[in-house]
Each structure stands twice: as structure tokens, then as C-alpha cells.
């Protein structure tokens, strides 16, 4: 006899109603088969059949919620029966069912924040259904990124292709030429749509000024106030900075990393990769999880009376998006080569463009890197995303000279790095080695291999 | 250069190719004596006669069987419907013969033939004697659809379908036979299947067909004041299409406009949209494709219903100004 | 006293030899069609086709009363048998039936739309009447170029109720354009009984309504067809006019490939075996039943040649789809 169980498939999710049995007792199944139909708000899954044999005790009905791990039913092999206590309508298992109720988390992190897989309030699921709005799509804002009434008011005021990147293909095509991402474009078309001549501009003001990642969906024209509503993702980021920066007492180091060893590993890498899409970011994160695996104290968590110290090195990769920042992780970022984390990056990043983004995508953060580099940012800082204890803003590439060994300047590629760190948790001593180590690791990559 | 009308155009073509060859013929309704509903075929039969300016009876169906089997077997006749509407009672012979014969019979015969459309609104014919219908052929391969916007472009396409040895279909346009421009006087043709850049301009391509081509003209002069320049391409043959010239234009303007007085849904304007945006084009595009085409409906008998059911001048003028002002 | 006077037209017209000929050709084409019934159900051909066995009678005496190539033929689309008494090569035929490139239109028409152009032949017809406009413009174009030719054009029972029927019989009487309207009356249209589908006994009593010649004659009789159209042709070749001629005629087999015909009795198809027009040829030219069957051996041997050729010939290349769209 062999249990089928409800089966676990979000990080946080702990129940998940019986949308549909596929099968009913005394079916014939097969390994693999479907079984149910389960959800849990948002996707449906189904629950394949552990092995081959006969369907048996159904231990719940269709709109029954279950935890997960629960047994939800049992597969019979041949000269098998199911014991009376288990039969479906005996008193064991009447179950209680267990209204769907948000998480009682404080306050999420920032990854579960930016989930498309939150819950929905009854009466955002009306509207949502009413509207006809895909509600993976809408970023809520309530607790546990729960999806409010107001989240799918904002998320069909801005039209059904809210979060897309919203450019004419001339605009794309000549970000493309000019190796930008469109969506870092602030568009003056109808509905915020990005034209040509914006990329134009924006191009033409990069090379004087600095801009800072466009991040509000519509912008000010013609000197009338407009109003942006402050829900949804953009108030989610909010709580949680604000959050960040009254709760965690930070301190700062920077370091200026010379990267031409780094940039030599890139260009090898690219040699070997062929086709493929290298990334300098993958360098970095290998590099970062590198030295984050020998400082564990910068990869851990603060509980009520104890430190964890996280056994998976999980990154986190902010991407800025028209709709706000969006911070897609790279797990077991430790155990992976530069091929397959160069890989991994273009296709989340993609994800995250094409609003695609999965749930495990966004989860599980251990450490985040802040990127502004491509803005040519000098050397910034980032605040913390809790529960996480450090981040680490990274800053452009640029020639500096260096005295050489014999003390004449060299003209080097340079990186201003500055980590902020919860000094509740990390002492100076450790973000310092951290950082050291990071700089050893960009300057001569061999280490990483001792 | 001397002036003619659209229709004085074709009739000197119809002339031309008579005199010089016997093997050409005219066969419609009322063309003879008559002179035709529109006067195009006036004084033909004082010149060559009612063996080869024939008047039929009401037979549409046979106006067209006439042509394709006197096609098939080595004349090149020049038939007339005499509003483009009936048409639809020749659909048979037009699209399941003429259209088809030469595929059946392994590419072994040829269908040399013309039938002219008399077509469009503007006249206070209503909704049964007003249709543009071009479209319906653009679907059909074997045939070729020419679509002449002036009197120069009618008398040299006109002389360029008699000796294309498909059969084609003519359209012209009721408000433009009355319509006057240069007209060369000697034989000449113009190529089917090449689109024609009527305006240069930098902020919008604009591509009309027949009256439409008119009233962009006008629209692109009233916008120019306003410093917006119209680039305006009149395909003159929906079928084989031109469209190398309008991938050019739209490169280059990142706008498009499409303008026909053909009803939108099914329109030859979402067939030019479409090839755009497969086309190399795409990505230049700065603003959605939009069309500009006759409304949903009938063509309506009353006067004012008429004018507002097909794009005019001034919805050209504020289509035009909102693309190339980024409203869309 | 039919006997003696067809025993005059074949001594004053035919030649015995030439009246030997129709015979094999009525066994041919009836040779051919079995041949095709077997090659369809062997699934060799496919599409549909339409089986002209029983009326082989009114093809051989039609074609053999004019001037085949030098007269033009619209043809109908029940019409392997005019293809072949028109002179068709049976080695093409089969070819095109068979899709090959070597077939009359290279693969692309099949059995509804064989043609010959070469030979004036414009092809059978895939629409009821559809040939019908056509002959007007055909017997415009033999005026225009003032030869002696006509047309033929042939279409079933069922033509003579579309709306083109009636325009083309007009336009055609009152240009006097040398057409031959040969009306092939086999009892059906499809399913539908003539006798329900219009009110008159006689399908050419139309033709007095276009002010034409309209006659109608038992067409599994072959002089008795043969002497019609030929004071047809020559009414048309003098100028006057189109000549309306129905012959009243009987298929064997179903509409196409996929009639259950449910819409006639045994016994009536058996009633018109009975009519078969080889048997009564046969008769008249005295031919005893071990000559004849010589003569379907011999048919069926020709018949084998043309499966032969035709399988050995090349399919179509696909590079060629387009091939024939336009000029």
C-alpha cells in the first residue's frame, strides 16, 4: 500500500485545496497518472500517481483544503485491501477544513513581496475573475503579498499588459543598437510607451548625467502634476525599506577591486562558451558565493535568540524593471560553474522582462548584489533586504590609473564594491574579511580553485 | 502636358489597343450607343462597331464567360461591370475559371482579359451599386488586381493589363472618371505590381488606393502648413503587390497609414499591415500600424451618411496629425 | 424500318472500318473507366471521378460527327469519354490521373479538369454550366476570326437549371455564334431525378425559348446521335446560329466515387442495361459475341500499357507547385 500524499510545492505554501479528483476509488492507475487537481490560489498542479496500482480511500472531497504532507489517498497493489479505518467516511478521516488565510508573517521579504504567486482576498479574486485579469500577474500588497482590492484596481487601471515593457519596436530596435535596456527607458508615448525619440534622449543624457533606473510606470508630462498610485509592488518596496532602515543597524565598508584578472576569466570564458551569453554578472556572483561560503556569518539569518547560519548559498540578483525593482536568486549559486550561472542569469533576467517569473525564482535569498554599474555609477549604497544580513552594491568598471609593483601608474580596470551589513549579526572583522576576499577573488580568480 | 479625365484616359487606351490590334474587343451593358454608365466607352461603337463593341443583355454571368472563352482561345477582350457590385453575379466565371484554368490545365492555356469595375461611393447609388470589392480578388490567385488612382496610371495600367496575359481585374473609381490630369499622349504602359511614391515626406507614410490617393493629396497638403510632411504611396496593383517601396518608406518615416474606401474588416489594408510587420520594417516602427477604411456597413443612400461612411479628406488630416503626433 | 436505315448510314456514311473504330473506342473508354473504378478502390487515384459507363455511345457518335483539334470542346466533367473520342492519348489520360508530370495538365487538373489545349479541347468542367459562358466567348472569338470551327459544349440535365444556362443560350442566339449545346440527359442530376427538377418533358424544349433548334434523341443510339449533330455542325458552320441537342442517356454507376444511390431502383438500372450502346452497335454491325470480346482484349491491353506508362512516369516536383498560376 502506498500513501499519496499533498504534495509541497512553494517554499512558503502550507495547504492546497482539492480542486478535482481525476480518478475515483477502485480506478485502475498507472505510475504517473494524474490522480487530483490541487491548487493553491494561484496555480494548479496536479498529483501524479507514486506508483502503479488501484486508487483507494480517498481521504478528502473536491474544495477541501489540505496540508501539506497530509495523505489524501492510498494506491493498492494486487491482493491488497484498505484497512476499515482508513476507508473514505470513516471517523478518521473527517477532516476540519481550514479557511484559506494569509501568512502571518511580519513583513515578507522582498522576494516573496514580488511573487506573482500571492494570495488573493476573496473580493480582489471577484474582481480579478470579473475583469478577466490575469492574477499571476498582479503584485500584491497586503500581507504575505497578498493581492488586495486596491492591487487589482491599480493592475486594471494600467491595462491588461501592466508590468510589460511597453516600447515600439523602433525603440527597441535602437536601445538594442545602443546596448540598453529598454526598460530602464522612461517612454512619453501613450500609456508610458517608450518611442524612439525617447531612447534618443535618454542616450543623449546618459553621456552627461547620470539617470537613475526608471522605476514609476508613467511620468510627468507637460508640467502637469499627475498622480501615480502608491500600491502594489512599489508600496510593498516601501514597508520593506523603510523596514531595512529602522530596524537594521547597518555599517558600510567599501573596497575598490582591481578587476583585470576577472576580465581576463571573462574573456575566457566567452572564448569558451561559444554561442552563449556570458555575462560579467555570473563572474561576479560566482565570486561573491565564493566568499559568502568562507564567511558563513554574511549568509545567515537573525531568529528570536539565535543566528542560523544557512547552509545554501542563494543569490540574489536585483533586476530594475519599469515596475519597480525585482530581485531574481540564484540558488546554490556556490555549487555552480560560470557556464551554468551565466546560463541560469540570462534566463531569469528574460523571465523577469517577460514578467515569467516562477515562484522559486524569486525565493530563498541568502545575500543580494546591486548592480548600477551599467548607469556608471561611482560607488552607491544599498540597504538591506531583511531577513537577509548584507548586500553588496557594485559599482561601474572604470580605468583607473594604479601604481605597479615597481610604483609606476598602470592604467587598470577598477571596481568601487561597498557592503552594507546587519551589525547585529556581522562584526567589522568579518564584513572586512568578506570583502578582502571578494577582492582576491576578482583580482585573481586562481584563488578560488585553493 | 495635355489633360484628359480618368475616364477620357481609358477610353483612349481601349482606342489605342483597338486600333492597333484586332484580337481586342470591349463586352458589357450598355456600352454601345449608350456609351456606357459613365460615359467611358462613348463613341467606341461609331469607330469599331457593335461586332467589337458589343452590348450585351443583363448577363453578367455571360459578360464574363464571353471574355474567358474568348480569351482562352486567343482574343483579348475588355469587359465592363457597369457598377462593380454586380460583379458579384460573374464571381463563377471570374474566379473559378478565369482565375483557375491555367493551374488546371498544367500551365497549357491562357486567360488574357480584363474586366473593368465601375466602383465606389460618392454618387448617391447606395448600398447596391457602391461597393469596393477589390479585396474579394486579392484572395484569389490567378488573377491580378489593378487599382488606377489617376488618369496617367489608368491609361498605362489599363494598356499594361491588356497585354498581361492573366486575367485582371480592373477597379476604377465612379468619383474619379470626372477627375482631370496629364495624360501622355502615345502608347504607353505602366508595369503591374509596382507602387508608385505619388509625395515624398518624413513624418508618416501614407498608403492609399484609388480615390483615397486624392484625398490623401489633399490631407498632405493642408498637414504640410502645419510643417507635417506625408509620404504617399499608391500601391496601384493589390495583387501582385509592391511592397519593397513602402518597407523603404516605413523605415525611414517609422509611420504607417493605410487608407481605402473598402470596408476595414478584411480589408487589402490589413494585408499591407501585416507584411509590414513581417517585413524588415517592424522594427522601425515608432507607432502602431493604423488603418483608415469605409466604416462597417453598407454604403447609405443619404447624402451626409455617404460622405461619413468612407475616410475623407479631413479624417486622413487629424488621422495623420495624431500618428505623426505620437497619440497612438 | 430503323434497321434499314441504319444499315444506309452505314453504308452511305461510315465506312464499316470506321464504324469498327467506335465500337473500339466505346470499349475503350469503357475499358479505361473500369480500369480507374479499380485503380480508385486500389487507391492509385484519388479524389473522385465521375463514370461515364452507359453513355459511351453519345461521346463516339458526337466526336466522330465533327472535326475534332479543329473544332473547339468544352468538355463536361462526366467526360472520359469525350476526351478519348476527341483524340486523346491514353497514355497522358492515365497519366493525369495518376497526378504524374507527364499527364495533359502535368498533374494539376485530374479527371474533372483534363484538357487539351493543343487539340482545342478547353478541358471538362468541375461546374455545373460553368462551360456554358465560356462557349460564348469561344464562338465570339470563331466569328472574330472567321474560321468554319464550333463548339461543342456538353453539360448534364442538371446545367440546364443554373442561371448560366440561360444567359449563355441567349447571348449565344442572338450573336448566331456556331455552338453546339449538347445536353447529356442521364436521368440525374447528382440525385435528383429530372423528372422532379422541371416541369417539362423535354430538356431541348428550352432551346425554343432562346429561338434555337432544339431536338431531342435516344443518344445510346449512335446513328441516330451521329445524324443529329452533324445537321447541327452544319447548321452552326452555316452562320445560323446555335443548335440545341439533348440526348437521353443513362448512367450505370453512381454520380462520382462516393454515391450509394438510393435514389434509384435496381430494376431501373437494369431496365437501361438493357440500352447498352456497344451490345446495340454490335447488333447492327453484326459483330458476334467472340469478335467483340477480341476487341475488349484488345482494349484492356491498351488500357495495361497506360497504367505502365503512367507509373513509370514522374510525379510532380514540389519546387513546381507554383507552377501555372500565372503566365
Known amino acids: 500500500m502506498k500513501e499519496v500524499i499533498m504534495p509541497k510545492f512553494g517554499f512558503t505554501q502550507e495547504e492546497s485545496e482539492i480542486v478535482e479528483w481525476a480518478v475515483k476509488e477502485g480506478d485502475k492507475v498507472e505510475q504517473g497518472d494524474v490522480l487530483a487537481v490541487v491548487t493553491t490560489d494561484k496555480i494548479s498542479m496536479e498529483v501524479e500517481a507514486p506508483e502503479s496500482g488501484v486508487v483507494a480511500g480517498l481521504q478528502y472531497k473536491q474544495g477541501d483544503i489540505v496540508p501539506v504532507t497530509k495523505v489524501i489517498a492510498y494506491i493498492l497493489k494486487p491482493g491488497e485491501s484498505l484497512p476499515v479505518d482508513l476507508r473514505a467516511g470513516s471517523p478518521n478521516s473527517t477532516l476540519t477544513v481550514k479557511p484559506t488565510l494569509p501568512q502571518p508573517e511580519p513583513a515578507p521579504a522582498i522576494s516573496n513581496v514580488t511573487s506573482p504567486l500571492g494570495t488573493l482576498t476573496p473580493v480582489a479574486a471577484r474582481m480579478a475573475a470579473e475583469k478577466g485579469l490575469d492574477t499571476a500577474r498582479i503584485v500584491g500588497s497586503g500581507p504575505g503579498g497578498r493581492v488586495t482590492r486596491a492591487d487589482v484596481e491599480y493592475f486594471a487601471a494600467q491595462g491588461a499588459d501592466n508590468g510589460k515593457i511597453r516600447a515600439t519596436p523602433a525603440a527597441k530596435r535602437l536601445a538594442r543598437e545602443e546596448h540598453l535596456e529598454v526598460g530602464l527607458v522612461p517612454g512619453t508615448g501613450p500609456n508610458g510607451r517608450v518611442q524612439e525619440a525617447d531612447v534618443r534622449t535618454f542616450v ?53 577591486a582591481d578587476v583585470e584578472g576577472v576580465l581576463s576569466l571573462h574573456q575566457q570564458a566567452r572564448a569558451h562558451a561559444g554561442d552563449k551569453k556570458i555575462s560579467l554578472t555570473a563572474l561576479l556572483v560566482k565570486t561573491v558565493a565564493w566568499a559568502l561560503k568562507r564567511n558563513p556569518m554574511l549568509n545567515s539569518q537573525l531568529g528570536e535568540s539565535e543566528i542560523f547560519l544557512l547552509p545554501d548559498v542563494n543569490v540574489g540578483v536585483a533586476v530594475a524593471l519599469e515596475s519597480g525593482l525585482i530581485v531574481p536568486v540564484i540558488q546554490h549559486a556556490d555549487q555552480k560553474g560560470i557556464l551554468d550561472l551565466a546560463e541560469e542569469i540570462n534566463n531569469v533576467s528574460a523571465r523577469a522582462h517577460q514578467n515569467k517569473l516562477r515562484a522559486a525564482d524569486l525565493e530563498g535569498a541568502t545575500f543580494t548584489i546591486s548592480n548600477l554599474g551599467m548607469f556608471g555609477i561611482d560607488r552607491f549604497t544599498a540597504l538591506i533586504n531583511p531577513p537577509q544580513v548584507g548586500i553588496l552594491a557594485v559599482s561601474a568598471v572604470k580605468k583607473q590609473f594604479v601604481p605597479n609593483q615597481s610604483g609606476e601608474p598602470v592604467l587598470h580596470h577598477m571596481m568601487n564594491m561597498r557592503l552594507s551589513a546587519d ?28 | 502636358m495635355r489633360e484628359l479625365t480618368y475616364a477620357e484616359a481609358l477610353r483612349e487606351a481601349m482606342r489605342m489597343a483597338m486600333e492597333k490590334d484586332p484580337s481586342v474587343f470591349v463586352i458589357g451593358e450598355d456600352i454601345g450607343v449608350y456609351g456606357g454608365a459613365f460615359g467611358v466607352t462613348a463613341g467606341l461603337i461609331d469607330q469599331f462597331g457593335p461586332e467589337r463593341i458589343i452590348d450585351t443583355p443583363i448577363s453578367e454571368a455571360g459578360i464574363a464567360g464571353a471574355c474567358v472563352g474568348a480569351a482562352v482561345t486567343g482574343m483579348r477582350p475588355i469587359g465592363e461591370m457597369q457598377f462593380s457590385d454586380f460583379v458579384v453575379l460573374a464571381m463563377e466565371q471570374l474566379t473559378l475559371q478565369a482565375a483557375k484554368m ?91 505590381g509596382q507602387s508608385h511614391t505619388v509625395r515624398e515626406g518624413k513624418h508618416l507614410t501614407v498608403v492609399a488606393t484609388s480615390v483615397e490617393v486624392m484625398r490623401a493629396q489633399q490631407a498632405a497638403d493642408a498637414l504640410a502648413k502645419e510643417g507635417i510632411e506625408l509620404e504617399i504611396i499608391d500601391p496601384r496593383t493589390l495583387r501582385p503587390l509592391d511592397i519593397d517601396p513602402i518597407v523603404r518608406s516605413v523605415k525611414k518615416t517609422g509611420k504607417l497609414l493605410i487608407v481605402h474606401e473598402a470596408v476595414k474588416m478584411g480589408g487589402f489594408g490589413g494585408e499591407v499591415a501585416a507584411q509590414i510587420a513581417e517585413s524588415e520594417a517592424f522594427d522601425y516602427l515608432d507607432a502602431p500600424i493604423r488603418r483608415l477604411a469605409g466604416l462597417d456597413m453598407p454604403i447609405p443612400y443619404n447624402r451626409n451618411l455617404e460622405y461619413h461612411a468612407v475616410p475623407q479628406v479631413e479624417n486622413i488630416v487629424e488621422e495623420s496629425r495624431k500618428l505623426v503626433e505620437g497619440a497612438y | 424500318m430503323v434497321q434499314a436505315k441504319t ?183 447528382m440525385s435528383m431525378s429530372i423528372k422532379k427538377a422541371t416541369n417539362i418533358r423535354h430538356i431541348s424544349q428550352r432551346a425554343a425559348a432562346y429561338g434555337m433548334p432544339g431536338v431531342t434523341v435516344d443518344g445510346n443510339d449512335i446513328l441516330q446521335v451521329y445524324e443529329t449533330i452533324k445537321t447541327a455542325a452544319e447548321y452552326a458552320r452555316s452562320g445560323k446560329g446555335p443548335y440545341f441537342v439533348e440526348v437521353e442517356t443513362y448512367r450505370w454507376k453512381g454520380h462520382s466515387k462516393s454515391d450509394k444511390q438510393a435514389y434509384r431502383t435496381r430494376d431501373e438500372i437494369k431496365a437501361w442495361m ?54
Open chain 3, 274 to 327: 438493357t440500352k447498352d450502346p456497344i451490345a446495340r452497335f454490335a447488333k447492327v454491325l453484326g459483330l458476334g459475341e467472340e469478335d467483340l470480346e477480341q476487341r475488349r482484349l484488345l482494349a484492356r491491353e491498351k488500357i495495361n500499357q497506360a497504367v505502365e506508362y503512367a507509373e513509370s512516369s514522374p510525379e510532380p516536383d514540389v519546387k513546381d507547385i507554383l507552377d501555372g498560376v500565372y503566365a
Open chain 1, 204 to 256: 543623449e543624457k546618459k553621456s552627461s548625467t547620470v539617470e537613475v533606473p526608471a522605476i514609476a510606470a508613467t511620468q510627468v508630462r507637460d508640467g502637469a502634476i499627475r498622480t501615480i498610485p502608491f500600491v502594489g509592488m512599489r508600496k510593498t518596496i516601501a514597508a520593506n525599506m523603510t523596514r531595512s532602515a529602522q530596524t537594521i543597524p547597518a555599517i558600510q565598508l567599501e573596497i575598490d
Open chain 2, 102 to 192: 491555367r493551374f488546371m490545365f498544367g500551365g497549357k492555356a491562357t486567360v488574357p482579359m480584363i474586366m473593368r469595375l465601375a466602383g465606389g461611393s460618392g454618387t448617391g447609388a447606395a448600398a447596391q451599386h457602391s461597393g469596393s470589392l477589390e479585396a474579394w480578388f486579392v484572395n484569389i490567385p490567378g488573377l491580378k488586381v489593378v487599382i488606377p488612382s489617376s488618369p496617367q496610371d489608368a491609361k498605362g495600367l489599363l494598356l499594361a493589363s491588356l497585354y498581361d496575359d492573366n486575367p485582371v481585374i480592373f477597379v476604377e473609381h465612379k468619383l474619379l472618371y470626372k477627375v482631370r490630369g496629364p495624360v501622355p499622349e502615345e502608347w504607353y504602359t505602366i508595369p503591374l
Open chain 1, 423 to 450: 551589525h547585529r549579526v556581522v562584526d567589522g572583522v568579518e564584513a572586512a574579511r568578506f570583502l578582502s576576499d571578494l577582492r582576491a577573488g576578482l583580482e585573481n580568480p586562481e584563488e578560488m580553485l585553493l
Open chain 3, 7 to 189: 444499315e444506309k448510314l452505314i453504308g452511305g456514311i461510315f465506312a464499316r472500318e470506321k464504324a469498327l473504330q467506335l465500337i473500339d473506342t466505346m470499349l475503350l473508354v469503357r475499358s479505361f473507366e473500369e480500369n480507374a473504378e479499380e485503380m480508385y478502390s486500389l487507391g492509385k487515384i484519388h479524389g473522385t471521378m465521375h463514370l461515364s459507363i452507359g453513355q459511351e455511345g453519345v461521346a463516339v457518335s458526337t466526336a466522330s460527327a465533327l472535326r475534332p483539334k479543329h473544332d473547339y470542346l468544352l468538355n463536361v466533367h462526366r467526360g472520359h469519354g469525350h476526351f478519348l473520342a476527341w483524340g486523346g492519348d491514353l497514355n497522358r489520360m492515365m497519366a493525369e490521373f495518376m497526378g504524374r508530370e507527364t499527364g495533359y495538365c502535368r498533374g494539376r487538373g485530374g479527371s474533372m479538369h483534363i484538357a487539351d489545349v493543343e487539340a482545342n479541347n478547353l478541358g471538362a468542367q468541375g461546374i455545373v454550366a460553368g462551360n456554358m459562358p465560356i462557349s460564348v466567348g469561344v464562338g465570339l472569338s470563331i466569328k472574330a476570326h472567321k474560321t468554319d470551327q464550333v463548339v461543342l459544349c456538353i453539360f448534364g440535365d442538371g446545367a440546364s437549371n443554373e442561371g448560366a444556362f440561360h444567359e449563355s443560350l441567349n447571348m449565344a442566339s442572338i450573336w448566331k455564334l456556331p455552338v453546339i449545346y449538347l445536353c447529356e440527359n442521364n436521368a440525374y442530376a
